[in-house]
């Protein structure tokens, strides 16, 4: 597994509740040269005003922006999905946002995401799923999986809402079970 044949070319990112925590604990600590983006989908209510993008860009000198419709996906930058919206590759550089209906009692959902990541970027993937109180993104990470993608789950004994991280450690096969301190080295030695 050598990251010279295989390497990284996109990181996404699923959480739920209690991820935000960690999420913010991971962006202080990340090279600020990484060599691929970094793209985070959390659920949040469907209208809520978009600050978590200014939220994030407190913690790091990368840029943190949030997904528009056909935005172009850059090196060493942290996109958020937008509420209410599912987010597709349509190629590894560009992103579309769609309205269709909810996943897993989500929009944006983790699965859909995953899905099109693996699609699109297969073995060049790494998959993270953190805390969460339903299932979504264990789909996605069997998806990853299947496309020769890397997994990586919290380990849910230190998510605050073990659900989501615990389904997937039963019914994925993981690379690596993460702790939230070490998020931040993992992906920095990529």
């Keep these: 597994m050598s ?5 990284t070319e996109l990181i996404v990112i699923g959480g739920s509740a209690g991820s935000l925590q960690v999420i913010m604990e991971l962006i202080k600590n990340l090279n600020e040269n990484l060599k691929f983006p970094i793209l985070i989908v ?9 600050i978590l993008p200014t939220l994030l860009q407190q913690f790091t000198k990368m840029k943190v922006e ?3 419709d056909k935005t172009e996906i850059l090196s ?14 349509e190629s590894k550089n560009t992103v579309s946002l769609d309205g269709s209906e ?10 859909v995401t995953f899905k099109s990541a693996a699609e699109m970027f ?5 998959g993270v799923l953190l805390s969460g109180a339903n299932a979504d993104g264990v789909e996605g990470l069997q998806y990853i999986k299947k496309n020769n993608g890397k997994v990586w789950i919290q380990d849910p004994e230190t998510a605050e809402v073990d659900y989501m991280p615990r389904r997937a ?9 993460i702790l939230p301190k070490k998020l931040a080295d993992c992906i920095n030695q990529l």
């Design 3 to 7: 990251s010279e044949i295989n390497p």
């Design 169 to 177: 450690t039963e019914e994925v096969d993981f690379d690596l079970l």
């Design 76 to 89: 060493n930058r942290i996109y958020i999905v937008p509420a209410d919206y599912h987010l597709l590759f």
């Design 102 to 111: 909810k996943m897993n009692y989500s929009r944006p959902s983790i699965d």
């Design 42 to 50: 959390v659920h949040r209510k469907a209208y809520s005003t978009s």
């Design 66 to 68: 949030e997904i528009e």
């Design 122 to 126: 297969g073995e060049s993937l790494v």
